[in-house]
């Protein structure tokens, strides 16, 4: 069973190195390697980078893209055409799964694909033959960075063209534990998810915490 949990940044106020999480376990400073191998303290990651698509030419994209729209274009075919989702898909549906992260909703994929992104009827993305995961798309909610180069043939195509990559230098993957359980409960992400936090005198959570299967912790 998948144990990851996604610590996502939701706030576009906040300067990067400004929040650390301590008090996850092990340590990262302070592991006792190479029996603790996977750090889970540090800085509060990236906020979700999100290039918007332009139209393609050629069925070709006309530069270099970073983020989720990059990902659901180079991974999501459409049940009813059959074919990839268009540029206007990727970009609302990547824009409504942002605004469920932002909002500290659980993730509805159908919700994002087909009621906000516009795809057809059951549309997700697994079906058929889209080959994007879930765990994907909390990875970049979560700072994790995907690109998809210039010139990457992804329009109309029966199947995905999985042009792009993640670039992992600087991503931490967070996973269930006891730690993660007492700093939701009382620790630094409980007071980073609440509502009251504040920064600069605005309040408002700081980040939402998903676990798995993109339910808000």
Do not use: W
């Amino acid at each position: 069973m998948a144990n990851e949990v996604y610590i996502c940044r939701i706030r576009t106020d906040l300067p990067t190195g400004l929040l650390q999480i301590t008090d996850l376990k092990p340590n990262t400073s302070r592991r006792n390697f190479p029996y603790e191998k996977a750090g889970q303290s540090g800085y509060l990651g990236q906020r979700v980078e999100n290039d918007t698509l332009a139209a393609l030419a050629a069925n070709a994209t006309v530069a270099e893209y970073s983020g989720l729209a990059a990902y659901l274009i180079d991974h999501v075919i459409d049940q009813v055409s059959g074919v990839t989702i268009t540029v206007g898909v990727a970009n609302a549906a990547a824009a409504t799964f942002i605004a469920q992260a932002d909002a500290g909703s659980d993730i509805d994929i159908n919700a994002a694909m087909v009621v906000g992104g516009g795809a057809g009827a059951g549309t997700t993305l697994t079906n058929g033959n889209s080959n994007g995961s879930l765990a994907d798309v909390l990875k970049i909610l979560a700072g994790g960075s995907y690109t998809l180069p210039q010139g990457s043939v992804v329009g109309a195509l029966a199947a995905p063209l999985n042009g792009g990559s993640f670039d992992d230098d600087g991503y931490r993957q967070v996973y269930a534990s006891g730690s993660v359980n007492l700093s939701l409960g009382y620790g630094d992400l409980a007071t980073y998810t609440a509502a009251t936090f504040t920064y600069d005198g605005t309040a408002g959570a700081a980040v939402t915490v998903y676990d798995a299967s993109g339910t808000a912790l």
